[in-house]
């Protein structure tokens, strides 16, 4: 009797009557704590919950309480370290500022942070903690300034008190930097700020003068209304317009093409003529688009830039792989916590249980078993034997470990890893949007139109061909023009959002716009990136037992039978054994129970039925590993454990095949297993590729990328590079966070099925912007045309100019971009 | 009409000063942090137990 792992895992979950006391997250049956009001789904969890009592701050779950709409629910962790580091005077000297003898101030970076919760927390802990002076926190930037009095307190101590409430501080890689970058965002705001007053008076202004064109205005008011349309464009430009001429006179002295030269030509050009005009007392002006124009440029010229410092911030992340403190063995066996920088080749590092390792180095240790799946996406685990090299980032599962350090900070794999991440990201091209590539070249078009409207009609008198003129040039105003695009990308985004996929910024859907090719990672995308039972066989009532001794270990595999059979069994268990990498043995209901690998069964001298054997094999084929079950020394059950694909995973495949993408599949994990799902998913033998390191993965993006855009999605540091070398790069949700930051758009929630609407709605919003940019360019040049023969008068023009901007907003907001992917990928799956 | 020689003026300084006291709040990082201080202002007041 073989059962999926959708008949043995669902009812498992639905049967989760507990909830976390403090994340809110269900509690796994292991750790269910019966009769007990209070439900904890790890000790960090726990351990906050007994801090916040202890200080007097369980205000925090009211407020939390109130705050769960937006919370991000995750169990708390506590590290429990000493953050000695805090307190060396090189740190003090490089961070902390001073601003008196009794008041030192810090900004520090801080995780842990879920909801407006706490955000009161944290700043109500200077009420509690003596020399403690205050605390702000800020959301945006995940960062923390706090203001102490060293008489009184150590910063590390502070540290320690935030570490047992669940919130870690770390110091910021470069606080210079970041205060670099501060300063460049306020310029940034201001320059826009002033860009937006200047353009909104001036179009006023302007507004005036299309009206006094036909009641014949008196020309001492004309003229009035003339010079400050100038000086505002004057100031427009000199102010936050000295921009694009800066990058203009650069393009000129290096001799390159920069689409700054037609712009910068454009608004001088504009702002000129309309001088020229005033001066001279006659002709008319074109100032408050030039304005407008600074302004909508401005803002599509700022994203642009946030954009780009993301590929430089990516090179901090090594902080969020691996540990920045490490347990340091000294001489006199004494251990102590230092950050990574200070470690030198040589030393011996402690690593517990499920840490991660802090650097590269050689075990120093008997062999233990290394979860590697993060640096390389292999979901077995593999044994390391004494003396064999050990990498940063990889997680010894069963036992601690001690390592000698080898290489430590950038030069270990994981830090060569985000070094290749920052210069991918590097050489991807910035895509210049469609809308900008084409403002400086539609503008010098209005004007030499503008100019050759008042050439050709001067012999019917200078009145006539001005007026003409001037039509032209408002009903040509490039408002539709500067707002197609944005509002597209706006609409696209938001609508995105709201199915499941936040997507960082609007040229991410204009690099998917033609379909191409989507390369998927294996381990945590296409499968749950979890060990947990995909099928069982055998007596359900030994599952049972076996579930119950499982519940004592910690080990994954433990926690996943715990998890799969144990909803039912309350009984405790006795004498329990656990056999290192093996298995577990012990007494539950007066039985003996034994789970493990054949190798435990074996030593237990208990004899291996038939039927297990080719239920075994098959089990091994499909990469996982067998796992058996005897009680009183007969093998009851076989259940086979691995990470199970996901339930979406061939169903989107196969929309995503008949949508006209190419699909592959890039895994770091054994080719073995990589053929073995790919099968299970639908995708063809020769779009698998298994044993791929991080840099074949690259490769593997590259090789595809020659003529149409490829999406990379995965979840782990090794798909990091390849993410940052597509042209997205999609993070699953709970992949780790540096994925999340690399990523260019990110699935949150549901799994696979939000990827369908991503890259069809990627398409339908470029479609809407190519849309809106051909009805204003249709439009303009229609009303270019009649204006030219003497049509349109200036006033029926300032009238008319709206209407391209509302058409182009109308267009937008009803694009289906997001919706009918969706809703038709829905349709077709109930 | 000749009072829009001296009403434009005043509107521009008016928009002027505006203009100058969003330079200003800017400059002291009032826009720095646009996420923290809302719900701060909801969550200070609660009583600690003692």
């Not at chain 1, 407020?63 to 307190?87: C, G, M, N, Q």
């Not at chain 1, 593999?382 to 090299?389: K, R, V």
């Not at chain 1, 350090?405 to 994981?414: L, M, Q």
Request: hydrophobic fraction near 50%.
């Amino acid at each position: 009797m073989i059962r999926v792992v959708g008949t043995i895992a669902a009812p498992a979950r639905a049967a989760i009557a507990h909830a976390c006391t403090h994340c809110g997250l269900p509690v796994p049956n292991g750790l269910v704590n019966h009769g007990a009001t209070q439900q904890f789904c790890c000790g960090g969890c726990h351990a906050v919950y007994e801090s916040l009592y202890a200080c007097g701050l369980e205000k925090y779950y009211e407020i939390a309480v109130k705050e769960s709409r937006v919370r991000d629910a995750r169990p708390a962790y506590v590290t429990r370290r000493r953050f000695a580091h805090l307190d060396r005077p090189e740190f003090t000297a490089r961070h902390a500022t001073t601003a008196d003898a009794s008041r030192l101030s810090v900004e520090l970076r801080i995780d842990g942070m879920r909801c407006g919760a706490c955000v009161w927390l944290l700043e109500a802990l200077p009420r509690i903690v003596h020399g403690l002076i205050a605390v702000r926190v800020n959301i945006g930037r995940g960062a923390v300034a706090i203001d102490w009095d060293p008489a009184q307190i150590t910063l590390a101590a502070i540290a320690q008190r935030c570490d047992a409430l669940g919130y870690q501080l770390l110091q910021l890689a470069d606080p210079d930097a970041r205060g670099r970058e501060r300063a460049i965002d306020r310029s940034w705001l201001i320059r826009i700020g002033v860009a937006a007053a200047i353009a909104s008076n001036s179009m006023a202004v302007a507004f005036a003068l299309y009206g006094g064109l036909l009641s014949s205005m008196d020309a001492r008011f004309r003229l009035f209304f003339q010079w400050i349309a100038v000086v505002l464009a004057v100031a427009s430009l000199a102010g936050p317009g000295r921009l694009f001429f800066a990058n203009a006179i650069a393009a000129i002295r290096t001799r390159t093409p920069h689409m700054d030269l037609p712009v910068a030509t454009g608004l001088l050009g504009a702002v000129v003529a309309g001088l020229v005009s005033t001066v001279t007392g006659n002709g008319s002006i074109y100032c408050e688009s030039a304005t407008m124009l600074v302004f909508l440029l401005l803002v599509g010229r700022f994203v642009q830039y946030r954009q780009q410092r993301r590929a430089h911030q990516e090179v901090e992340l090594i902080t969020s792989l691996v540990p920045a403190l490490a347990r340091k063995r000294e001489g006199d066996g004494s251990v102590v916590d230092v950050p990574i920088e200070s470690l030198v080749i040589g030393d011996i590092v402690e690593v517990a249980a499920g840490e991660t390792v802090p650097c590269d180095g050689q075990l120093r240790s008997p062999a233990a078993r290394f979860d590697c799946s993060m640096l390389t996406g292999e979901s077995r685990l593999s044994s390391i034997a004494a003396n064999e090299p050990v990498f940063a980032g990889t997680r010894p599962v069963d036992r601690p470990v001690a390592v000698m350090v080898e290489k430590a900070g950038a030069e270990t794999r994981a830090g060569q890893l985000l070094a290749r991440v920052a210069e991918a990201s590097a050489r991807r091209p910035p895509i210049v949007e469609l809308a900008n590539r084409m403002a400086g070249w539609f503008l010098l078009a209005v004007l030499t139109g503008a100019a050759a409207t008042t050439l050709w009609w001067w012999h019917l008198g200078a009145d006539v061909a001005i007026a003409r003129a001037v039509a032209l040039l408002v009903v040509t105003c490039p408002c539709a023009l500067g707002l197609a695009t944005p509002l597209a990308v706006v609409v696209g985004i938001g609508k995105a959002a709201r199915k499941g996929v936040l997507v960082k910024g609007g040229d991410v859907l204009e690099r998917v716009s033609t379909r191409g090719t989507i390369v998927l990672d294996k381990t945590g995308t296409l499968t749950e990136g979890r060990v947990a039972v995909t099928c069982s066989q055998g007596d359900p009532a030994a599952l049972v037992l076996a579930a119950s001794l499982e519940c004592s270990s910690v080990h994954p595999i433990a926690r996943a039978i715990a998890d799969a059979f144990g909803a039912a069994s309350h009984a405790a268990s006795r004498d329990v054994r656990e056999h290192l990498g093996h298995g577990i043995e012990g007494v539950v209901e007066r039985q003996h129970v034994a789970v493990g690998s054949a190798r435990l069964i074996h030593q237990l001298a208990i004899t291996l039925p038939a039927w297990t054997s080719d239920a075994a094999d098959s089990i091994v084929r499909r990469g996982e590993s067998p796992v058996f079950v005897a009680v009183d020394r007969e093998v009851r059950a076989l259940v086979a454990v691995g990470d199970p694909v996901r339930a979406e995973a061939a169903a989107t495949i196969a929309r995503l095949r008949s949508f006209g993408w190419s699909l592959a599949m890039a895994s770091g994990d054994h080719p073995v297993v990589a053929h073995a799902v790919g099968a299970a998913v639908g995708l063809q033998p020769h779009e698998i590729e298994g044993g791929c390191s991080p840099e074949r993965k690259v490769q593997i993006v590259r090789d595809s990328q020659f003529a149409a855009p490829v999406v990379m999605v995965g979840d782990g540091v090794n798909d990091l590079a390849a993410m940052a070398a597509a042209d997205i790069g999609v993070a699953m949700r709970n992949g780790a966070q540096s994925a999340l930051h690399v990523a260019d758009a990110c699935l949150a929630g549901g799994g696979l099925t939000p990827l369908l609407r991503l890259v069809e709605g990627a398409r339908r919003t470029m479609h809407a912007i190519r849309l809106n940019l051909a009805v204003s360019i249709a439009y303009n040049t229609a009303g270019g045309v009649l204006a030219f023969l003497g049509f349109v008068n200036p006033l029926v023009a300032a009238v008319l100019m709206p209407v391209s901007s509302l058409t182009v907003m109308a267009i937008a907001l009803a694009m289906p971009s997001f919706s009918l992917a969706a809703d038709r990928a829905d349709q077709e799956r109930s | 009409m000749e009072a829009i020689f001296i009403a434009l003026p005043v509107a521009l300084l008016v928009a002027g000063a505006a203009l100058a006291a969003f330079v200003w709040a800017a400059s002291r990082d009032q826009f720095d942090d646009l996420d923290t201080p809302p719900r701060r202002v909801l969550l200070d007041d609660e009583p600690l137990r003692k």
